[in-house]
């Protein structure tokens, strides 16, 4: 039964596993079965969808995923509603599955025409009672849709009536998510993913496309075929805090960062930092002439050149906050003896224009010192540069660019973006289902860093390794977006960081 996707710990397939997937399912299953399977919870969802409807329109693509437009087609005639498909393709030359649906719904009634270049106009047009069911193209979309095809997306675009898309909508490639400026696009009002997952629908342009997510992963074991990733979940948990313990039980975060006139990136990385734990938070300023007081969070402290006195075991040190170019002299002062780091910004522009930083960087995971790399797409562009590899393709391949710098640099990444990216090395990624538009605002990026070095800072870490804090903080500061701005208009970062959950 299809049923809506939460943010739980579910595997998600790129198009090769999902493939694989399938032909081993259906090696256990008599022919036809998985076909059956979702072309009936198409049509379950379509019903539920528009309980009102009295017309549905489908529209067929030349592959198994126009199979399944057939087969819910079938369901839907049955079921009394007036039904009326579109045929795009050559029906001699449909997968075997997708043919024989076909003829399952034609012999049941179905009226099949071949796609005319537009849906029904004028009075015949489907309303928005009604229902259009995109099962056009699938998840293996590897170019942007062209000819009839993309006529199709713009046709469905078009119409009144609310649109299904089955498994993934039109036009978004399933691997990645990120589709060609220009490029058509189903926009679905809901989505049902069939079988298992994708990591499109996530990242990318997915969360705009796809709607509200629907899956039904049709009775098959998906842990027959590994997945390419995994969609994050809530791991807000913290350390029971003891009537004994104080301040000093909470480890301490100290921002590294606030050059001349970027002072404030530095206070909100700090104030973030505050409220997500920490026990203490000092903030460094790089700018001699900064302010020692943050009139808006007086419990933030503040230090002068920071120095290896200042940290222990149970310190985690955020630097690039506005840091400028004098991040180059300061990261040669931590990378070494540091324990907990977490580098942003500035610090990451550091790394890129310098190789030795680099190697200190991948230095450090052997020593028992853990890192978090936050970049941004241009910096993550900026980072695979340096070592020599393309950046041209971030966001066309941001699973493989994250995993690409946590191997290279042997630290945990969160490539940042819509479905943010986390990875670590020799660990299969995840994506941050939560946030939205209301974090596109200048310093979201330092409130992240703040939120993440406090979250750290509380746990012993072996309790806590850098992976598990950062996909918390990701997960906890996209749930605040949408909390506090459910229609993603701007939350600034100030108000970001007062307002931890």
Request: hydrophobic letters at 45%; charged letters at 20%; a neutral charge.
């Amino acid at each position: 039964m299809p049923h809506p996707v939460g943010c739980g710990a579910l595997p998600l397939h790129d198009a090769a596993a999902s493939r694989r997937l399938e032909a081993a399912a259906a090696a256990l299953l008599p022919t036809h079965t998985l076909m059956q399977r979702a072309g009936l919870a198409v049509a379950r969802l379509a019903r539920a969808m528009a309980p009102f409807a009295r017309r549905v329109d489908i529209v067929c693509g030349p592959g198994n995923n126009g199979g399944d437009g057939f087969e819910a087609a079938l369901h839907l005639l049955h079921a009394g509603l007036d039904v009326r498909v579109a045929a795009l393709g050559d029906a001699a030359r449909l997968p075997t599955d997708a043919a024989t649906s076909l003829q399952r719904a034609v012999q049941a009634g179905v009226v099949v025409k071949p796609w005319r270049g537009h849906l029904s106009q004028g009075g015949d047009a489907a309303g928005p009672q009604d229902l259009l069911i995109d099962a056009l193209l699938g998840r293996g979309l590897n170019r942007p849709a062209e000819g009839a095809l993309a006529q199709a997306i713009s046709a469905m675009q078009g119409s009144a009536a609310p649109v299904l898309a089955v498994d993934i909508p039109s036009g978004l490639p399933g691997d990645h998510g990120v589709v060609p400026t220009g490029a058509a696009v189903v926009r679905a009002r809901a989505t049902l993913a069939l079988l298992s997952l994708a990591p499109g629908l996530f990242t990318g342009h997915g969360r705009d496309a796809v709607g509200e997510l629907w899956w039904d992963d049709l009775g098959v074991d998906l842990v027959m075929q590994p997945p390419a990733a995994w969609l994050n979940e809530d791991l807000s948990s913290a350390p029971l805090r003891q009537h004994r313990q104080h301040k000093g039980s909470f480890g301490d975060v100290r921002v590294v960062g606030g050059a001349a006139q970027m002072v404030g990136a530095a206070l909100l990385a700090g104030r973030a930092a505050l409220h997500a734990g920490a026990g203490r938070v000092y903030v460094h300023p790089l700018d001699p002439q900064a302010p020692r007081l943050d009139p808006l969070q007086p419990d933030l402290m503040f230090g002068g050149a920071i120095a290896p006195s200042d940290w222990s075991a149970q310190t985690t040190v955020l630097a690039g906050c506005g840091g400028g170019l004098a991040m180059d002299e300061v990261l040669e002062n931590l990378l070494e003896p540091c324990p907990r780091l977490v580098l942003d910004a500035d610090a990451l522009n550091a790394l890129a224009r310098c190789a030795e930083l680099r190697r200190q960087l991948r230095a450090r995971r052997a020593r028992g010192a853990a890192t978090v790399l936050t970049p941004h797409p241009l910096e993550a562009r900026r980072l695979l540069e340096s070592l020599g590899r393309s950046g041209d393709a971030v966001q066309y391949d941001r699973l493989g660019s994250a995993r690409r710098l946590a191997d290279a640099f042997d630290c945990v990444v969160v490539l940042k973006g819509s479905g943010t990216v986390l990875a670590a090395p020799d660990e299969l990624p995840w994506i941050n289902p939560t946030g939205n538009a209301a974090l596109a605002v200048p310093g979201s990026g330092d409130v992240l860093a703040g939120w993440l070095a406090g979250l750290w800072s509380p746990w012993d870490a072996r309790n806590c390794t850098a992976l598990r804090a950062a996909r918390q903080a990701v997960y906890r500061h996209g749930r605040l977006a949408e909390r506090l701005s459910p229609d993603g208009s701007p939350l600034s970062a100030s108000r970001q960081a007062m307002a931890i959950d």
